[in-house]
């Protein structure tokens, strides 16, 4: 029993353990709208401090992307933001995934919906920590591989670099808040991800009679 319950994931959850705590983004509408105005408010403080880092770094004036362009280039602009974003998704969803297959050795499940997109591993238990690596995996690994390459591309491709960090940092406002609440638990606890709802368990100790 012990040995189950130091698995980093399991499929089978140790009788000891149950449910405390559900976050299900299908039907707590207020949590999703206060990210979603958290994630707005990340995405500019994030553009502008990167913006700022980048130019620092560089030492290079960096057009900003909404300024490259004139009214003739509209439709071009939003046609590339369309596939812009659509690529940042599936970037993002595939570093949770592969993080998923090497924590518990199988396919994750993916799914893309109209509001949103996610990568999940509905049949396993996944510990604390090991989850921390799998939900910080995107926002830190895109925003490394991201600033090092604005260290080395063109000066034209800056505007677009950052936009795309950018975007990606303040879409992972759901992932961040996991996090946040998962740092508040007890290093013992497993996460269930269905995708739009995550369950965590707890172990429970019986009372043992005198």
Known sequence: MIEEIHQTATQNLPETYQSIEVIDIAKQTGLVIGMNV??????FGSYWIFFQLISLIRSVDVIPIFEVAGLSQILIILLGGILFIVALVI???????LFFRLFTGSKP?????LSYAYA?????????????????APVVLITIVG????CFVPQSWLAAL?????LNFSS???DLYVLLRLFSLSQDIYIRDEGDKMTFYKMVFEDIPL
Do not use: M, Q, T
């Not at 950052?162 to 950018?166: N, V």
């Open 120 to 136: 999940a591993a509905p049949d396993w238990y996944i510990r604390r920590n090991a989850y921390l690596v799998i939900g910080a």
């Open 147 to 150: 600033l090092i390459c604005c």
């Open 38 to 43: 958290v994630g707005l408010l990340l995405f």
């Open 162 to 166: 950052i936009l795309f960090i950018s």
């Open 91 to 97: 970037l993002h969803e595939a570093v949770h995934g």
């Open 172 to 174: 992972s406002v759901g």
């Open 109 to 113: 499940k993916f799914a893309f919906k």
